[in-house]
């Protein structure tokens, strides 16, 4: 990610209405493919904004809201193959 990017994201605060709420689940869900279980972090957030929700920020939200923006933050590490031997740890 672009380090600019990851300023945002770190610095992002926490979403006060649905808007807010869903763009930050729109940015995370465009990386969703580099966040390991990001169905499961996400699903509070995504519960909480469905029409049949009344949007009331608490603590499982703001967990799962922390955990996306540190895992959208940290570089997975990869390593490419050498030889026939496969992938190196």
Known sequence: MD???IVAAVNRPRPTNVTEARSFQGI???Y???VKDFARIASPLTQSLRKDHQ???GAEWE???QELK???VTTPILTIPEGNEGYVV
Do not use: V
């Open 63 to 65: 967990t799962s809201f």
């Open 3 to 5: 380090p600019a990017k």
């Open 32 to 34: 969703r493919q580099f």
């Open 28 to 30: 995370a869900g465009y």
């Open 55 to 57: 949007f009331k920020w």
């Open 70 to 72: 540190q895992r959208l």
